[in-house]
């Protein structure tokens, strides 16, 4: 059964931005598989029986663990990478866009946004270019500033903007909000809840995933599959139960000033926790981009042939990292949960 998502909402003074609408309508199911084998290197898949189906208005948030396929299977849905064994059916048509953080890098950093979106409708007059990439939540100055000039958010609006700018039925978003401010956070909510095809999530932000997606699947021991509780169910899975759900408060009776001062308080108790978050979340980010370096290199089948011996390092390689990631994630949310804990007390 779907989830019922939280209605996003938008502060004034927030620059909001839109994905185009699919370019063309494609019936459900857009991709069914069965029994369906991913990975790497020949004969050693990271995911095995992968039997889904996703359907052209599907809002789905894969969860687990870092390390687990989270982003194999969104590499596989994109089409970056293919089936081992198993089978795939993809409806006639089908445009899949792929926003990840990695991606960063693949900006001109000498070109604005205005030169970006330019070489995507070279014969559109300007006013339809600027008009393009007003969408994209970038202000007339930001339009002209190099792309090495624009802040991590605004990059990232710009990535977004240049990956679904053919009208993809499916867009897959991988860590969207890595570089985010909070209101440039609650804009995208609202752009992917007005975006009509298929959204594919991967996040840590629990607000993002409550807010946008209907239907969670969760990536553990090798498969993925549809998981039937909620978020609150699944941090409680993977903190092994150690934060239960608590009743609901009775009404605090202090002032608006009161609480504000309070929460102040609490937010500057709990700012080590909050550093040590953050520092957490850049291992994290560091070390995935380090993997999917990898899993590109170690998807060229000639590296087997050519290089044996580099296809096999880069294998132990990317089995450290992954069991770095799987630390780095299991000591990110024991650190969320402290500080949850912190603010809600």
């Not at 502060?11 to 609408?21: H, T």
């Not at 070279?122 to 994209?136: D, G, L, S």
């Not at 990535?159 to 009208?167: N, P, V």
């Not at 959204?199 to 021991?221: F, G, M, N, P, Q």
Request: proline share 5%; charged share 30%; hydrophobic share 40%.
């Amino acid at each position: 059964e779907k989830l019922k998502p939280i209605a996003a909402v938008i502060e004034d003074g927030v620059r909001p931005f839109s994905f185009p609408e699919p370019a063309k309508t494609v019936a459900s199911p857009i991709i069914t598989m069965q029994a369906g084998a991913v990975g790497y290197q020949p004969g050693k898949p990271v995911l095995r029986g992968l039997t889904l189906r996703i359907d052209e208005d599907d809002r789905i948030a894969l969860l687990g663990a870092n390390g687990n396929g989270k982003s194999t299977f969104a590499k596989l849905i994109a089409g970056r990478l293919s089936l081992e064994s198993g089978g795939i059916t993809v409806a006639p048509g089908l445009k899949v866009s792929m926003f990840a953080q990695h991606q960063l890098d693949d900006l001109r950093p000498e070109e604005s946004a205005i030169e970006h979106v330019r070489r995507l409708m070279p014969e559109a007059p300007e006013a339809k270019v600027r008009a393009r990439v007003a969408r994209m939540g970038l202000s007339t100055e930001k339009m002209a500033t190099k792309a090495r000039d624009l802040s991590g958010g605004e990059k990232a609006r710009l990535l977004m903007g240049l990956a679904t700018f053919d009208g993809p039925n499916l867009f897959i978003l991988d860590e969207p909000t890595n570089h985010l401010d909070i209101d440039s956070r609650e804009a995208l909510m609202m752009a992917l809840n007005d975006f009509p095809g298929a959204v594919i999530l991967i996040s840590h932000d629990r607000h993002l995933i409550e807010a946008t997606a209907d239907r969670l699947w969760l990536v553990k021991d090798g498969t993925v599959a549809p998981y039937d509780g909620d978020m609150a169910d699944y941090r409680q899975l993977v903190t092994g139960g150690a934060s239960e759900r608590r009743e609901r408060r009775e009404a605090d009776k202090a002032s608006k000033a009161d609480k504000r001062r309070e929460a102040a308080a609490r937010r500057a108790a709990l700012e080590p926790v909050a550093k040590e978050i953050r520092a957490t979340e850049g291992l994290i980010e560091r070390t995935r981009k380090r993997i999917d370096a990898i899993e590109d290199q170690l998807a060229d089948p000639a590296l087997y042939e050519r290089e044996p011996a580099t296809a096999t390092r880069l294998a132990k390689e990317r089995s450290d990292l992954s069991n770095a990631l799987a630390r780095h994630e299991d000591k990110w949310l024991e650190l969320s949960a402290q500080y949850e804990e912190g603010m809600a007390e």
